[in-house]
Each structure stands twice: as structure tokens, then as C-alpha cells.
């Protein structure tokens, strides 16, 4: 069976893409029952321009039952061979770690899941003997507070987030790394530490990550490096507009990366 880096290029190669569209519906600009309309519509206008997708567990949460509902029918909506990324962020113990690596791998199918290590190796090793999904691992996150821990000074002289990526990356062959946009040095840093490990890269848009600034630091590499982008396209427009001008969007951020190969 393929792995999930391997689906993951073969995508972005056929697509010439980086672009991961988060599918994180705002709750207060939707009533539940119009979640997965709304987000079929917009898988549809963007799916050709999409590396992958991104839901975001907590955005379909938020609902509860209805929401995970919802969820269901966002899945069932991803055309086959565009991979699907369950960000959910979790960590914890053994046995809980395992519990919700069945969730997401054996009842949601996800290609891939973002966990996060602050537990360490033996609560993330329920997700890795998956081989053939993805585990991208919190390394420098996009917000603004990811500082107060992950670029602190440990006594060897590294930043917990260099840490985090030169101890993770060997933890297997299915792990990436997620590393924001907004933090480019780092983001360069990181790819000059483990220039083999892939890289989730969410920032871009919204939050004021630029594509320039992701290219220059981590490459154009399909299969390596996604880009995510949820805000700036889901709600790129309003009403009856809204799945065109996510596409738009989605086209935009996909000819912004590909210029700044072509740029380099």
C-alpha cells in the first residue's frame, strides 16, 4: 500500500499544488444544518487547485452530534485521491493516544492527523504504527503566544521547536512537521535540520503568513510541503458568490507559491 506522503505527491504533482484547503466552518456565520452544504460547495469550486484538505475536528464539534454529522457528509464529498488531513492536535497517554488514533484512522479514514507531542514518544506511537497514514507533529505553531514554550532556550542551546523537529523526525517515516507561515526563520530553520521531513505549513492568509516567505524558506516541494489556507478561502466571498470566490482564492494562493519557485 502507498503511504500517505507518497499519495500526497502524486497529488501535488498532478495538480502542480501546495495548496491545503482547511475546511473550518465559523459558527457564527453558519446554522449546522448549513455546514455541509456549504463546505460541499466550496470542495467543489476548489477541489482542482487542492493538494489536500484540512477539517478541523473542533469547527464540526462545536456542533456536536449534528456536527460530526455534518462532518460525514463533508468526507463523503472530498473526490477520491485528493488526501484528508483530521486536525484535531491530539495528545495524550497510551491507551487514550490509541483510542483516538482508532477514531481517526479506522472509523473517520483520515490520511493524516496533526498530534501533539508534549507527552513524548510513547504517546504519539499509536498514530506511527499506522505506516501508511501521515502524523504531523506541533513543532512552531502559526499563533502568536506558540513563543512562550516553543522558542524557548533549553540549556544544550537550542529552541524547544529545533528540538521538537530533530527528535520527532526520527521517530519514523510518517511524520511531518507543522510549522506556521508567520514564523519564516523558523520555518527555515527547520528545514535546515530535517530537510527530509514533510512539512504542514498553516499561516498563509488570515494570520499574514506569505507565500514568498514559505517558498524561500522550505522550497517547492510536492509531497513535502503543504500550505494550508482555511479563512481567507472559505470566506473569500459572501452568499451566492461565496464558492467562486473561495476558488479564486484557492487559485490565487496556489499561483502565488508557483511564482515564487519560478521566481527563485
Known amino acids: 500500500m502507498t503511504t500517505f506522503f507518497e499519495r500526497l505527491a502524486a497529488r501535488s504533482n498532478a495538480v502542480d499544488s501546495l495548496v491545503c484547503v482547511g475546511l473550518d466552518p465559523d459558527f457564527r456565520r453558519h446554522a449546522v444544518q448549513e455546514v455541509a452544504p456549504f463546505l460541499r460547495d466550496i470542495i467543489a469550486a476548489t477541489s482542482e487547485y487542492a493538494a489536500c484538505y484540512k477539517p478541523n475536528l473542533a469547527f464540526f464539534e462545536q456542533w456536536g452530534i449534528p456536527g460530526l454529522r455534518a462532518l460525514e457528509l463533508v468526507l463523503d464529498a472530498i473526490p477520491a485521491g485528493i488526501?484528508?488531513?483530521?486536525?484535531?492536535?491530539?495528545?495524550?497517554?497510551?491507551?487514550?493516544a490509541e483510542a483516538y488514533a482508532r477514531a481517526l484512522f479506522e472509523v473517520w479514514n483520515f490520511d493524516a492527523v496533526t498530534v501533539n507531542p508534549y507527552l513524548g514518544r510513547d504517546a504519539t506511537e499509536p498514530y506511527l504504527t499506522y505506516r501508511e497514514r501521515g502524523v504531523f507533529v506541533l513543532c512552531r505553531?502559526?499563533?502568536p503566544g506558540a513563543e512562550d514554550f516553543q522558542s524557548l532556550t533549553l540549556a544544550t542551546g537550542e529552541q524547544v521547536f529545533?528540538?521538537?523537529?530533530?527528535?520527532?523526525?526520527?521517530?519514523?517515516?510518517?511524520?511531518g512537521l507543522v510549522v506556521g507561515a508567520t514564523a519564516p526563520a523558523e520555518l527555515r530553520r527547520v528545514t535546515e535540520l530535517v530537510p527530509a521531513t514533510?512539512?504542514?505549513?498553516?499561516?498563509?492568509?488570515?494570520?499574514?503568513?506569505?507565500?514568498a516567505d514559505v517558498v524561500a524558506a522550505a522550497g517547492y516541494?510536492?509531497?513535502?510541503?503543504?500550505?494550508?489556507?482555511?479563512?481567507?478561502i472559505l470566506y473569500a466571498g459572501e452568499g451566492s458568490g461565496a464558492d467562486g470566490a473561495a476558488a479564486e482564492a484557492a487559485r490565487a494562493l496556489r499561483d502565488a507559491l508557483r511564482a515564487a519557485r519560478d521566481a527563485g
Not at 488526501?83 to 487514550?96: F, H, L
Not at 529545533?162 to 511524520?175: F, H, S, Y
Not at 516541494?221 to 481567507?232: D, Y
Open 198 to 211: 514533510p512539512l504542514l505549513v498553516p499561516g498563509v492568509g488570515t494570520q499574514g503568513g506569505s507565500a
Open 141 to 143: 505553531n502559526s499563533n
Open 83 to 96: 488526501p484528508v488531513i483530521g486536525d484535531g492536535k491530539r495528545g495524550d497517554i497510551g491507551s487514550t
Open 221 to 232: 516541494r510536492p509531497g513535502r510541503v503543504i500550505v494550508n489556507a482555511s479563512r481567507s
Open 162 to 175: 529545533e528540538r521538537v523537529a530533530a527528535t520527532a523526525a526520527g521517530w519514523g517515516p510518517n511524520v
